[in-house]
């Protein structure tokens, strides 16, 4: 395979898992304004920090409404991250890597650019959000499930996993890292209803209710939450299940390949550091410099993929 | 009056479009405006679309394609088969003397002008013997009809035909859509084309090549305007789509860098023109190819298909002398016509075309896409008098040729069936095993009522086009 097909795949599946969370992130802050009462401009505040774009907002608006706030993260140019432009970056570089695409995957891609360009034509109203924000969910499962069901379980598709599991895992890690004091113990002795909101919001934001009462009950422990979000294996979003899949995926590489590189040291190194199974060890080292460090190395890893299979030159 | 290829000079159908015209006569009109539309979602969905050059560089269309398809009997078939084997055996035999003993020039067939004052003309390539003797691997060949037995050959593609991709999706998209008209008629098949591509790149393999030839495709990029085609092409080979910077020479090979390290090509299906090929041979501030591919070509270590210099075949100049060199390197009469050509060149000629400029169609000699030409009938007089200024000051840029009754076939309109001009370009595959014929090939047809220009930079649509058996 080209090292730029590697590279092209795995963009194309970075954008599309970050155009996925944006919505979701979106869905997460919308539902919070309509749950709450007052102002709750704040609150847009805190999903454009998690959703990692709100330096560029800043440049580009005098305040934060929520308005524009759905605005910037569904459809401006100028932000690299909004669905609209992750829709077009997924799209263009699956052109680039069309022939390792089975035609269902690139039809499905090439249908979700098609239907969500359209959408996100105009701004979106209020009355259209929840809609608007269903299609792109459903579009991107699409490609996801054609991907899933159609191509051959080889080098493309372990690149196009790794380009989801570490979007995935960065997504996850700036969450948690945006509200991380709301997550610690001394927040649990405040106990207001506040902090409530504040802990479904996450789990909320990471699609993660159902299943976190699923394993944990109806209670809501600041500790349970961060536990499930970062080091349990069940839950597809956490740190712990996404790091596993990339030291899964680099592994089948290494064997398809017959060779290992220094990324598959990183990525032994990310799994050690969420093997740990107690969360107050995380907790005593301080989970803001946890959460720094492991977005760190993400990065680290991510770079060091690049440089190992010769995406660029 | 036109030759229409469906109705032919009477009132029923001709014998190839029989079945046809019943199926359209028993068919719902609205459910063929249903068809029409579904086959465009098709197209959208799958991503067929090109780039419009001058245009905003994101923006996609689609080629329209009508459902109706174009039909040739199996007996008009075979004949123009035989005249396109000629012609493209000449042809190579053409380049192979050009760039070696310029055997035709001695004999005084061809004047030495056209070569040497050709831009065309590469001389880098004189004395270089291309692996398997191949220059053209792959030709379009764009005929157009005027009556019941007469075809003429309007150009020669030598250089990077296009359009092979939609040939392919036309009939799939037909197969999808109208399975029983495939059922009433016997259609010989055109989905062997990317495996009769690779096997018959493969055989072109240079003598450096070990093993199993390794083929890829190099492509400018997703912004030009033929990408869709390349990726499909690597795609239905199954080989790689590359860019430039996916290549480097390493130990007089070119190879591509994978996920793996560097890995050498043998074959390189390029489309990528000349002149971008190799910036330390060619144009030093191309971004497109690969510093020093041409050596390595000249040493063997790589097959380029198309070789690179074969535009001197295709150059319109040169075309106006395709019966003598036909003639010239088979022995025999040439099978295809070619249109009478006036080269502007020349005084008398140009005089000639002077004074008929208003029923003449005068075309740029290296020109292409229907870009920079006058059809004398259809333009106003201004036209008429700005093309004259620049075909005065420019005289050998040009050829003329009479405005050919080019043949209709019905297309489908909201109004019901309506006439429009075709032409035909066949895709022809050349190696040292032989050369091999896509039954049918890309039907362009002018959309707009009495239009003569079928390019698709230029409102022209396409059609499938059927060779029945007989």
Not at chain 1, 230 to 252: G, I, Q, T
Request: with cysteine; charged share 25%; proline share 5%.
């Amino acid at each position: 395979m080209l090292g730029r097909t590697a590279n092209g795949l795995f963009w194309m599946y970075r954008s599309l898992e970050r155009a996925e969370n944006t919505s979701r992130l979106i869905e997460t802050g919308q539902r919070l304004a309509l749950t709450r009462m007052g102002s709750s401009d704040d609150e847009w505040r805190s999903v454009l920090q998690s959703a990692g774009v709100c330096e560029g907002y800043d440049a580009a608006h005098d305040a934060v409404t929520k308005e524009d706030a759905i605005d910037w993260m569904l459809r401006a140019p100028a932000n690299a991250s909004s669905v609209k432009t992750s829709f077009e970056a997924a799209r263009a570089n699956a052109r680039t890597v069309r022939t390792a695409l089975t035609e269902d995957a690139w039809e499905a891609v090439n249908g979700a650019y098609m239907e969500i360009t359209g959408l996100l034509k105009r701004k979106v109203t209020e009355r259209d959000l929840p809609k608007v924000l269903g299609v792109i969910r459903r579009r991107a499962a699409l490609v996801r499930g054609m991907t899933h069901g159609t191509m051959l379980r080889d080098d493309i598709y372990d690149f196009a996993r790794l380009g989801t599991f570490l979007e995935r895992a960065d997504n996850t890690a700036r969450i948690l890292d945006v509200k991380y004091y709301v997550l610690l113990p001394s927040a649990y002795s405040v106990g207001s209803s506040i902090d409530n909101v504040q802990w479904e919001t996450i789990l909320q934001s990471l699609s993660a209710r159902g299943g976190y009462r699923a394993a944990y009950g109806n209670s809501v422990s600041p500790r349970d939450v961060a536990h499930f979000l970062m080091l349990d294996r069940r839950m597809p979003r956490s740190l712990a299940f996404c790091v596993s899949k990339l030291r899964d995926n680099l592994e089948y590489l290494a064997d398809d390949y017959g060779s290992r590189r220094p990324s598959h040291d990183l990525a032994e190194e990310l799994h050690r550091s969420c093997a740990v199974q107690d969360i107050d060890v995380i907790f005593n080292d301080g989970l803001h410099e946890y959460l720094r460090g492991f977005i760190g190395k993400l990065g680290g890893l991510g770079r060091q993929i690049e440089m190992d299979y010769r995406f660029i030159e | 009056m036109y030759f229409d290829e469906m109705m032919g000079e009477g009132d029923a159908p001709r014998g190839p479009y029989q079945d046809l015209a019943n199926w359209i006569e028993a068919a719902d009109a609205a459910d063929l405006r249903v068809k029409q539309r579904e086959a465009e979602e098709l197209f959208r969905l799958t991503g067929i679309t090109f780039n419009v050059y001058g245009r905003d560089e994101a923006e996609e269309r689609l080629i329209p394609f009508d459902i109706l398809p174009r039909i040739i009997s199996g007996n008009e078939w075979r004949k123009l088969t035989r005249g396109i084997e000629q012609r493209v055996r000449a042809i190579n035999m053409f380049l192979h003397d050009i760039y070696h003993r310029q055997e035709i020039i001695k004999a005084g067939r061809l004047p030495a002008e056209m070569i040497t004052q050709n831009e065309a003309f590469l001389p880098q390539m004189c004395g270089v013997n291309v692996p398997g003797g191949v220059y053209t691997h792959i030709v379009g060949i764009d005929l157009v009809r005027t009556g019941p037995d007469q075809f003429y050959v309007l150009e020669d593609n030598a250089r990077t035909p296009s359009g092979v991709s939609y040939m392919l999706e036309n009939r799939e998209t037909m197969l999808h859509m109208f399975p029983e008209l495939f059922s009433q008629n016997r259609v010989q098949p055109v989905e062997t084309y990317p495996t009769d591509l690779r096997r018959s790149l493969g055989a072109c393999a240079p003598s450096k090549a070990q093993g199993a030839p390794t083929v890829a495709v190099l492509t400018p990029g997703i912004y030009n305007s033929a990408y869709f085609e390349h990726a499909f092409l690597a795609d239905q080979m199954g080989v790689e789509l590359v860019e430039g910077h996916d290549l480097r020479i390493i130990d007089g090979r070119v190879a591509m860098r994978t996920t793996q390290g560097y890995q050498p090509i043998d074959v390189l299906y390029r489309r990528v023109d000349d002149e971008y090929l190799d910036p330390l041979n060619f144009n030093p501030d191309s971004q497109l190819g690969v510093p020093g591919i041409f050596d390595v070509y000249r040493s063997g270590g790589i097959t380029i298909a198309n070789a690179p210099g074969t535009g001197i075949a295709d150059d319109k100049a040169i075309y106006s002398y395709m019966p003598e060199i036909v003639e010239f390197y088979t022995g025999e009469r040439p099978l295809l016509e070619n249109v009478p050509t006036w080269r502007c060149s020349d005084p008398d000629s140009l005089a000639h075309v002077l004074d008929n400029l208003a029923d003449l169609v005068v075309k740029e000699v290296h020109g292409s896409g229907g870009y920079g030409m006058l059809i004398g009938p259809t333009s106003s007089k201004k036209e008429i008098a700005t093309f004259r200024k620049k075909l005065e000051a420019r005289p050998n840029n040009y050829i003329a040729q009479p405005t050919l009754s080019l043949s209709t076939v019905p297309i489908f309109t909201k109004k019901g069936l309506a006439p429009r001009h075709v032409d035909l370009r066949p895709f022809c595959l050349v190696s040292p095993e032989g050369i091999k014929i896509t039954p049918g090939g890309l039907t362009r047809v002018a959309l707009k009522k009495g239009s003569l220009v079928v390019n698709s930079s230029q409102g022209g649509g396409t059609k499938d086009t059927w060779v029945l058996e007989d």
